[in-house]
């Protein structure tokens, strides 16, 4: 475990070195900071659009961090040969794909609470009040983005990190979309299709668990079960793809 | 430096033809928001950020509506723009009452207000807002005074609700076509609303009120009256409505908001 911990570390201290990560979050604080320019043309609505605005910007760079970063964690490894330094360690290939993944998610997880702090202050600053509310989106935020890093450091293991980025891209989006599955079959009247839809609906992944933006905005209560539903959901199907990805990782390297 | 001042001039140059070329591109009627998708398909790509699509949206949806209003006055798209918007945030209530009055009040089209409002009622059946308004523009638009009263009593047994909703939908029970309801309407729509275009809707409604009981007065009277005091001693007027600190004077047959 703590070589798993110490490789963690040092991935992170490597990411934050980042030029990409440094300008992101700058992109992102500035874009908070100006969704001030919203209010005069928000018809009476600015509490809610600076609200939305503050969380879609949260989870959208959060995104483009994972993407831009957590798809080249691995690649760069091999690409500048840092990976003899490690593989020449007593350090097995899951210690190694998990303390990468591990790092990447904690400065995830900064970067998401800087960014929220910030949103948090401006709301407070806009708005004369703070909606401790909000609060419940980051907790469903951390779980999204423990599932998306997972999703990215497993496809990274296998491509080069632009088709890594674009694989991570479109299953963020198919992940919205998993619902449809079940429509699908009822519109197209196709009941053979049935058991194919709804082992593709169980299987793949579905990202509107970890969506409770528009109940977090309105003060709609969040059922308990959703924040056991989130953190089981991501937990278990980032173990799930972290493993394979330690297996794709091994075979890569033998061949 | 050289690349330094190339790129202004580039700069300058892309400005021009920006503020030149725009003008030179006439939008023809109908085709301004053709690009605009149906509700269900934004929201099947909109991956999880619906409401901040709908803000944007609602943002559109003003500035398609204040360009309309100074220039040819008609709203072609403003239904489906509300549709859409609703179609991805079905919580966001501002979105049915105002896209109701404005497609009731500017549109003249109640048939398509209502559509929006029944809507609004179905995805959110907790809200007192869309009823009151529903039973608003019965009152002040359709003239239907019992489908309004209706509609207030609909209002005013929701959670929340403000006592106003029950006042109004007795007032409406017992007065009818009451001048005093209307304008204790248009007041407390003032104060209701959020928004600055809602605020100035109530007041000139409030305005045409006072400026249709002058003309009454005239017709009755056989001249004009020379102040709202003269048309509350003579019963025209059950009283001189303020809203904020605005007042309203009755000023060379005007009615002047100061």
Redesign the interface.
């Known amino acids: 475990m703590n070589k798993v911990l110490a490789i963690s570390l040092n991935t992170f201290k490597e990411s934050v070195r980042d030029k990409v990560l440094l300008s992101l979050s700058a992109l992102g604080l500035f874009l908070i900071a100006i969704s001030k320019i919203v209010v005069p043309i928000s018809i009476g609505q600015a509490n809610k659009i600076i609200k939305d605005l503050g969380l879609g910007l949260v989870e959208l760079f959060s995104l483009l961090i994972i993407i831009l970063i957590g798809t080249r964690i691995l690649y760069q490894e091999i690409e500048r040969k840092t990976i003899y330094s490690i593989v020449s360690k007593p350090v097995k290939d899951w210690e190694f794909v998990f303390g990468k993944s591990l790092g990447l998610y904690i400065l995830i997880i900064l970067i998401q609470l800087i960014l929220f702090l910030i949103f948090i202050i401006f709301n407070k600053f806009y708005l004369g009040k703070i909606d401790w509310y909000l609060l419940n989106a980051l907790y469903f935020f951390i779980f999204e983005f423990l599932f998306l890093n997972a999703i990215a450091v497993f496809f990274s293991c296998f491509t080069t990190p632009i088709t890594a980025g674009i694989l991570t891209l479109l299953v963020f989006f198919m992940g919205q979309l998993t619902h449809y599955l079940k429509d699908l079959v009822v519109l197209l009247k196709l009941p053979e299709l049935n058991a194919i839809a709804n082992f593709l609906y169980f299987v793949l992944p579905n990202f509107s668990v970890f969506n409770v933006k528009a109940s977090v905005v309105y003060h709609i209560p969040i059922s308990i079960n959703s924040y056991f539903l989130a953190a089981s959901y991501s937990i278990l199907y980032s173990i799930i793809l972290l493993s394979l990805s330690s297996m794709f990782y091994s075979i890569k390297e033998y061949l | 430096m050289k690349r330094l001042i190339f790129i202004f001039i580039l700069i300058f140059f892309l400005s021009i033809t920006i503020r030149i070329g725009f003008k030179w591109i006439p939008v023809r009627e109908g085709e301004e928001l053709l690009f605009f998708p149906s509700g269900k398909f934004i929201h ?9 699509i ?2 944007f949206i ?2 559109e ?3 398609y509506f204040g360009e309309h209003r100074l220039s040819d006055r008609k709203y072609p798209y403003l239904y489906h723009i509300f549709n859409v918007l609703t179609d991805l ?1 079905s ?2 209530l ?1 979105a049915y009452t ?1 896209g109701g009055i404005l497609l009731c009040d500017d549109v003249k089209r109640v048939d398509l207000s209502m559509k929006l409002l029944n809507k609004g009622m179905f995805k959110n059946p907790d809200s007192w807002e869309i009823p009151f308004v529903k039973g608003f523009i019965h009152y002040l638009y359709t003239k239907d005074y019992i489908e309004a009263s209706k509609w207030f009593l609909i209002s005013s047994m929701k959670e929340n609700a403000p006592d106003m909703t029950y006042k109004f939908a007795t007032w409406t029970l017992l007065h009818g076509q009451g001048i005093e309801v209307a304008m204790n309407l248009w007041i407390n729509f003032y104060y209701i ?6 605020k100035e809707k109530a007041i000139k409604g409030m305005a045409k009120i006072l400026y249709n009981q002058a003309d009454r007065f005239k017709e009755e009277k056989g001249y004009f009256p020379s102040s709202l005091e003269e048309m509350v001693n003579n019963n025209f007027l059950p009283f001189i409505p303020r809203i904020d600190s605005l007042r309203f004077v009755l000023r060379e047959k005007q009615i002047i908001i100061e």
């Open positions: 099947a790509i909109s991956s999880g950020f619906d409401n901040l709908a803000d609602w943002i949806a003003g500035v945030d919580k966001f501002p105002i609303s959020k928004s600055d275009l809602m």
